[in-house]
């Protein structure tokens, strides 16, 4: 069984349709992680303070866990077109979505992790994170990181630039 992780994006669609080339007919899961609102709070400096007595945390977290349900079962609908058998799945993110990701991993006996990568670099990469590069770091299964079909088409262009200048 593989584990994809899966946000909705162009790039995790491109990773789900490369999943699907290369392991079809596979069983997989298809992992979209939410944040709780108190764990979006703690990473803006101006919440701290910030009057929450009018605001309902668990409409919040409801509204972003039926999201992320839709979101899963789009990808798996995505999987399954793919050519691969597989079912949705979400879970809330308790650290970081990297550690959701591997525990959700070791939690199903996945053999292997699939994810897109946005091919942030330089100073976008060191602020923001990378969420493909923390889970190859930490991972003790194969994982899967397919490049975003932009990024990837760049860099083609680029080695192909080289190749002709040089």
Not at 15 to 25: D, K
Not at 93 to 114: E, F, M, R, W, Y
Request: hydrophobic residues 45%.
């Amino acid at each position: 069984m593989i584990l994809i992780s899966y946000d909705g994006s162009t790039d995790a669609k491109a990773a789900i349709e490369r999943a699907g080339e290369l392991l079809g007919g596979q069983t997989a899961t298809v992992l979209t992680v939410w944040e709780p609102f108190v764990e979006v709070l703690a990473h803006v400096p101006w919440a701290f303070g910030m009057p929450t007595a009018n605001i309902d945390i668990g409409e919040i977290d409801k509204a972003a866990r039926e999201s992320a349900e839709q979101v899963s079962t789009e990808g798996a609908e995505l999987a399954r077109k793919a050519g691969l058998n597989a079912k949705p799945r979400c879970c809330s993110q308790v650290t970081t979505t990297a550690n959701a990701i591997l525990s959700q991993a070791d939690k199903l006996g996945a053999s292997a992790i699939v994810m897109g990568s946005r091919g942030l670099h330089g100073v976008k990469s060191l602020l923001l994170g990378s969420v493909s590069h923390a889970v190859i770091q930490h991972a003790d299964r194969t994982v899967i990181v397919v490049p975003s079909p932009a990024v990837a088409t760049a860099r083609g262009q680029e080695r192909h630039e080289a190749h002709e200048a040089g």
